[in-house]
């Protein structure tokens, strides 16, 4: 497999494309804002016109979308790029969606006779950048084999979930769990802080004790502990407010399919609202929400 189509050149897509463009794959790049495609192709990615363009003579098909709509939209009905995938070509979308919709494109896609695999992702855009990224997939093991190639070119760590679906609904179980333990971080941070500690020594207590997680060991929250996050610049760059909304809607339509219990991940999701409701807020990262606790200066 040398010929990669990658769709999708966001904040998470564009170095994943880069990184394969580094371990010797021909990416060929389509996506809807000029400028990003313009930065892929600076990566060593050639420019498609059109994603049916991008498409042809790929070995893979991979992409990035922010949605479930868009990943229908790309692949289903008379004009998607099902339609002219030849049944050889390996589908690999690496969106967060809906399990349902990954279901759906996944059984569409079988239809043709064409493998297919949900692969959403974890670490976010440092990963994306460093090649670490984790992929959370479903789909037959076949397939999951024949995407250890260009998932090993992006990433460190590949899980078969399950089936069809599987990778969605492990992904979101995961966002969920951030979330919370990113609000409870920052909520102790503060605590801390507004008792005279200083957020970096406080931060190094816990992350020595049974607080320790991953926002306090690779993403604090807090300005100015930790270098190269986006607490560290305003918080601009990686994981939106946004985003983060998103999954966890995602989370709640599923737990409400299983009549599963998620008290933390509803009350998450409602101090993400909360924090998001100011549209500044929604565009920087989601560990911004040490904003939600901190006060005023002046007070």
């Known amino acids: 497999m040398e010929s990669v189509a990658f769709i999708g050149l966001g904040n998470m897509g564009g170095p994943m494309a880069a990184n394969l463009v580094e371990k010797g794959f021909t990416v060929t790049a389509f996506d809807l804002s000029a400028p990003v495609l313009e930065s892929a192709v600076a990566a060593g990615c050639n420019k498609a016109d059109s994603a049916h363009a991008a498409i042809e003579g790929a070995d893979a098909v991979v992409s990035m979308l922010p949605s479930g709509e868009a990943v229908r939209s790309l692949y289903l009905g008379v004009h998607g790029l099902l339609q002219a995938m030849k049944p050889e070509t390996l589908l690999i979308d690496c969106s967060t969606i809906s ?21 959403p992702v974890s670490g976010g855009t440092a ?20 995407a250890r190639p260009v998932l090993g070119a992006m990433g460190a760590n590949i899980f078969h979930a399950g089936p069809a679906g599987s990778g969605q609904v492990a992904k979101i179980c995961n966002n969920m769990l951030l979330a919370i333990h990113m609000i409870g971080t920052a909520e102790a941070l503060q605590l801390g802080v507004d008792n005279g500690l200083d957020p970096a020594v406080l931060s190094e207590i816990m992350r020595a004790s049974s607080g320790g997680n991953w926002s306090l060991e690779k993403y604090n929250p807090y ?10 610049r305003d ?13 966890l809607g995602l989370a709640m339509d599923t737990a409400a399919g299983s009549a599963s219990s998620t008290p933390l991940g509803a009350l998450a999701k409602n101090l993400y609202q909360l924090h998001g409701g100011d549209p500044i807020n929604k565009a920087l ?5 040490q904003n939600l606790f901190r006060r005023p200066a002046g007070d």
Do not use: H, W
């Open 235 to 247: 918080y601009q760059g990686g994981f939106s407010v946004a985003l983060m909304l998103k999954d």
């Open 223 to 232: 300005p100015g502990v930790m270098e190269n996050v986006p607490a560290s």
């Open 127 to 146: 990963a994306a950048a460093a090649g670490t990224l984790s992929f959370m997939c479903g789909g037959s093991e076949e397939a999951i084999e024949r």
């Open 285 to 289: 990262d989601f560990s911004s929400i």
């Open 99 to 119: 399990a349902n919709d990954a279901r759906q494109v996944i059984a569409a896609a079988s239809e043709r006779g064409i493998a297919a695999l949900d692969a």
